[in-house]
């Protein structure tokens, strides 16, 4: 039972800690799913009903919402989505309305409400009030009995279908590009505030607020959850026999080293100057200090190049298991405790609590 439910929130969204997914971006998800079969299945209805206006606008409104899914489930972009979705679904709706005679001769009206809804959940400031205006507007308008006379109502309904249709691909082809390079630009911006400039690791705030999050699944989940603090030993003396500039050259590296032994679903942060804090998910002590171990060795093997000088560095680790009875910054003290009594018993170890 426990697998059917991670499998069924992980179509909604990566349920892991290195990817954040909030309700509405997999209420958005559940939505576009729920479109994707619906659409699917009408399309195929018509097709044996030989109903092929209501099949070709069914095929085009299943694939734009397979669409919008990958892109906010795979590519996680929401707000650009959402808003394509919520245009795209009160477009869909209008030629069918004014086919079926206005909104009191169809059932087609509770759809009004669900986008009303939609809108006003997903949507916050001026883009929520501009939409639920542009339903409400859409409602006032088709709420008459007859909107148009029978003649040329289906040649004009196929006419509409076939500009629905090249908008829906037009609307793809546009969107993709659009939001691809609006996805780009987000990414950078979020990298250069989520990185430490200088080692490509996680900063402490961002690293602290996923940290944050893998307590809560650990308690909820009654996972382990362990820790890895390091130190460089002796670093002042790189950075005052080398240069500064070397001891950059050494932290790039060290951190090149952390990040290939630990696993993806890990979180490793620089904690401050030569000080960095590795969060380890679903990891008990035993584990923990492998994987310390294996970053320890790691460092100490590496032939350290820079500025035609040799040389070598080595790191201490403390490992602790995160305690659920003990405040955040208590389990932080003990892997410092772990620490520098690696430190004080002549570095270049790893020390368990």
Same mark, same amino acid.
């Given at each position: 039972?426990?697998?059917?439910?991670?499998?069924?929130?992980?179509?909604? &969204?990566?349920? #892991? *800690?290195?990817? =954040?997914? &909030?309700?509405?971006?997999?209420?958005?998800?559940?939505?576009?799913?729920?479109?994707?079969?619906? =659409?699917? =299945?009408?399309?195929f209805e018509n097709l044996l009903l030989g109903n092929l206006e209501y099949a070709m606008i069914s095929a085009s409104s299943s694939l734009f919402a397979g669409f919008m899914y990958y892109l906010s489930r795979f590519k996680r972009i929401f707000q650009p989505v959402a808003i394509a979705v919520f245009v795209y679904l009160l477009f869909l709706l209008s030629p069918?309305?004014?086919? $079926?005679?206005?909104? *009191?001769?169809?059932?087609? #009206?509770?759809?009004?409400?669900?986008?009303?809804?939609?809108?006003?959940?997903?949507?916050?400031?001026?883009?929520?009030?501009?939409?639920? *205006?542009?339903?409400?507007?859409?409602?006032?308008?088709?709420?008459? &009995?007859?909107?148009?006379?029978?003649?040329?109502?289906?040649?004009?309904?196929?006419?509409?279908?076939? +500009? !629905?249709?090249?908008?829906?691909?037009?609307?793809?082809?546009?969107?993709?590009?659009?939001?691809?390079?609006?996805?780009?630009?987000?990414?950078?911006? $979020?990298?250069?505030?989520?990185?430490?400039? !200088?080692?490509?690791?996680?900063?402490?705030?961002?690293?602290?607020?996923?940290?944050?999050?893998?307590?809560?699944?650990?308690?909820?989940?009654?996972?382990?959850?362990?820790?890895?603090?390091?130190?460089?030993?002796?670093?002042?003396?790189?950075?005052?026999?080398?240069?500064?500039?070397?001891?950059?050259?050494? !932290?790039?590296?060290v951190a090149k080293s952390i990040k290939k032994c630990i696993r993806q679903t890990d979180i490793a942060m620089r904690w401050g100057g030569e000080e960095f804090l590795v969060i380890l998910p679903e990891t008990n002590r035993t584990k923990a200090y492998m994987i310390a171990e294996r970053i320890r060795k790691d460092i100490e093997n590496t032939n350290f190049e820079? *500025?035609?000088?040799?040389?070598?560095?080595?790191?201490?680790?403390?490992?602790?298991?995160?305690?659920? #009875? !003990?405040?955040?910054?208590?389990?932080?003290?003990?892997?410092?405790? +772990?620490?520098?009594?690696?430190?004080?018993?002549?570095?270049?170890?790893?020390?368990?609590?």
């Open positions: 039972m426990d697998k059917i439910t991670r499998f069924l929130l992980n179509i909604l &969204g990566p349920y #892991s *800690a290195s990817v =954040f997914y &909030g309700t509405k971006q997999r209420f958005l998800n559940l939505l576009l799913l729920i479109l994707f079969i619906t =659409f699917s =299945f009408s399309m069918i309305l004014w086919y $079926e005679k206005g909104l *009191a001769k169809t059932s087609l #009206s509770f759809l009004f409400l669900l986008i009303l809804a939609f809108s006003v959940y997903i949507f916050e400031g001026r883009v929520r009030l501009i939409f639920v *205006a542009s339903s409400l507007v859409m409602m006032v308008a088709f709420s008459v &009995g007859d909107i148009v006379n029978e003649k040329g109502r289906k040649l004009e309904f196929v006419n509409y279908s076939i +500009a !629905l249709i090249l908008t829906a691909v037009a609307l793809l082809s546009v969107g993709y590009y659009s939001i691809n390079r609006f996805k780009k630009e987000k990414e950078r911006a $979020e990298n250069i505030s989520k990185h430490d400039y !200088l080692t490509q690791l996680l900063t402490r705030r961002e690293g602290m607020d996923r940290f944050r999050y893998l307590i809560q699944y650990s308690k909820r989940t009654n996972r382990d959850l362990s820790m890895i603090m390091m130190d460089l030993d002796d670093f002042k003396r790189v950075n005052d026999t080398y240069g500064h500039i070397c001891g950059d050259h050494v !932290l790039k590296q820079c *500025a035609k000088n040799k040389f070598k560095v080595t790191i201490t680790c403390g490992v602790t298991m995160f305690d659920h #009875s !003990l405040e955040e910054d208590e389990n932080i003290e003990k892997a410092d405790q +772990a620490l520098y009594k690696g430190k004080r018993s002549g570095k270049n170890k790893t020390v368990v609590i």
